[in-house]
């Protein structure tokens, strides 16, 4: 059923209890036909104070190649934000409250976001929020025509479908990590020299890969399913399966008739469009990481420009990779529940090798695994390399990735020797003398 949604103001004065939407506020509605009507006033939110500097998420242009006008292309002192909140059929005022209150507390594109806590007061929606947000704030459903109540009723189907056995769904790989992948992507767009090298249409296809990157994972390795010889190994030959997959099923949901929020573009832009978002898409395979990241940053030395639209599908392939494996970077008490998050679901992969008389993959057996090792090993080798490159490249704008990250690793490493002079003390005490 498509929801009805409204948008409500949101801003950082106190609100008044008999007037709890501003007048200023931007809705939408369903007339008989099903075709949303409008009626669109502006409203403004302060921003939030972690922001020192903020920008536009791209420099926006449109396809006639006039500038894309916004207001808020640079934030200096009090000036402020333009924000609209969406609301979806059948919210209760307790449930919109909160998120109001969310949204003044944390703003949509800032670093440290805990989208653990809007899934929770959105009813299990942050996939939804976080896109609709982000596609009417940077004018993304303008410029391409997007139909608005199919761009709700794809959110809709890919938060109930994220996972490929809905009655079994993922502890990790689910719409809650789109969300942050997605909600990642936008901060990282934010950053001057992301921001200097794409343009619209680059902005919208990372937006849509981020949503799509992992959708309806099986919960189970590649490596897994090349082993097993599942059909989606057999499929795509056993070359970047789950990622060919997710490319796959996104397009399969993105061109049904009441989802296709692709409808405004030309054949030529959809083929262009198309191709972006799968080699994105594509880049997230782990086992291409370190070639990526060899590309990047042998340009980030040699001062390239970023021009090509190659060089612009290498950066567009970094932004994902890096907000893909981000969650080291983020809060503590967030990254703490990605970390255990992913344990619980290479868990079930190795009970499930248990049963099965298979070698257990790495990582996987749950006695004989220790989270703080793990999580030391996951940044050395796959976390660090990316986002130092990129943080270099981004300069100081991403100084708050690089020292989380080092803060997070330094509290694994201090928990990993603990235990180590645990077990040492342990082996020594039962040394018996001769």
């Not at 501003?22 to 509605?29: L, V």
């Not at 608005?148 to 794809?154: H, K, R």
């Not at 902005?203 to 992992?214: K, M, N, T």
Request: overall charge negative; glycine content about 4%; aromatic content about 10%.
């Amino acid at each position: 059923m498509t929801p009805l949604m409204r948008w409500i103001a949101q801003g950082k004065k106190k609100r008044k209890k008999k007037n709890k939407y501003t007048k200023n506020a931007e809705e939408f509605s369903f007339s008989d036909s099903g075709r949303i009507s409008t009626t669109m006033s502006s409203t403004s939110v302060a921003r939030h104070p972690s922001d020192v500097k903020r920008k536009s998420m791209l420099d926006l242009t449109s396809r006639k190649g006039s500038s894309l006008h916004q207001s808020n292309d640079e934030f200096k002192g009090p000036q402020c934000l333009e924000i609209a909140i969406p609301v979806i059929q059948g919210m209760q005022d307790d449930t919109v409250e909160p998120v109001q209150n969310f949204f003044e507390q944390q703003h949509f594109d800032a670093w440290h976001f805990d989208v653990f806590e809007l899934h929770r007061i959105t009813n299990n929606h942050s996939l939804w929020f976080i896109a609709m947000i982000l596609f009417e704030h940077y004018k993304v459903i303008d410029i391409f025509q997007i139909n608005t109540a199919y761009l709700s009723n794809l959110l809709l189907h890919m938060e109930e479908s994220y996972c490929y056995d809905k009655s079994t769904p993922n502890p990790y790989h689910n719409s809650i990590h789109a969300a942050d992948v997605l909600q990642t992507t936008a901060h990282f767009c934010t950053t001057g020299p992301v921001q200097k090298r794409l343009r619209v249409i680059h902005g919208f296809a990372l937006f849509v890969a981020a949503l799509g990157h992992d959708y309806r994972h099986p919960g189970k390795t590649n490596a897994f399913l090349i082993h097993t010889q599942d059909d989606i190994a057999i499929t795509y030959n056993d070359m970047s399966v789950l990622e060919s997959f997710h490319a796959a099923e996104l397009f399969k949901a993105l061109l049904r008739p009441n989802m296709n929020i692709l409808g405004g573009m030309d054949q030529n832009e959809l083929r262009t469009f198309r191709s972006m978002v799968v080699k994105t898409i594509l880049a997230t395979d782990l086992a291409q990481g370190f070639e990526y990241v060899g590309l990047f940053k042998g340009h980030v030395q040699t001062g390239h420009a970023f021009e090509s639209e190659e060089s612009k599908q290498l950066l567009m392939a970094i932004v994902m990779k890096v907000a893909d494996v981000s969650h080291p970077c983020k809060q503590w008490h967030v990254h703490c529940n990605w970390s255990e998050l992913i344990s619980e679901e290479f868990f079930i992969q190795g009970d499930l090798e248990l049963a099965e008389n298979m070698p257990i993959s790495p990582l996987c057996s749950r006695s004989n695994h220790f989270l703080p090792k793990s999580q030391l090993d996951f940044i050395d080798f796959v976390v660090r390399p990316c986002v130092e490159v990129f943080a270099e490249y981004c300069s100081s704008e991403a100084s708050i990735w690089v020292d989380t990250m080092n803060d997070n690793y330094g509290k694994w490493k201090a928990m990993y020797e603990v235990e180590k002079q645990a077990k040492a003390a342990k082996n020594n005490s039962q040394v018996q003398p001769a």
